[in-house]
């Protein structure tokens, strides 16, 4: 009985540990904050590519930090019932 409580204690123990390191580690990946001009950013459709699909595109320019701030494109699917 004393050795599988031991044993516990020891598992424990190096899991605490290892959520520790790992918390460390993600710690210094994550990116730094945005410190672009949220109030800046405009967001309008530039494609319709069906009855419920549309294309989003935001503007240029305002996220400095992005390579090619290009201001990103997504696609949206709205309008769908599931019965």
Not at 16 to 38: E, N, Q
Not at 50 to 64: E, M, S
Request: aromatic fraction near 2%.
């Amino acid at each position: 009985m004393k050795t599988i409580s031991v044993l516990m204690c020891g598992i424990v123990a190096m899991s605490l540990v290892s959520a520790a390191v790992w918390r460390r580690k993600m710690r210094h990946l994550s990116p730094p904050p945005c410190d672009c001009a949220v109030g800046q950013v405009t967001i309008t459709v530039s494609r319709r590519s069906a009855a419920n699909l549309a294309i989003l595109h935001g503007n240029p320019g305002v996220d400095t930090n992005h390579p090619d701030a290009s201001g990103g494109r997504v696609a949206v699917l709205y309008g769908l019932t599931v019965s």
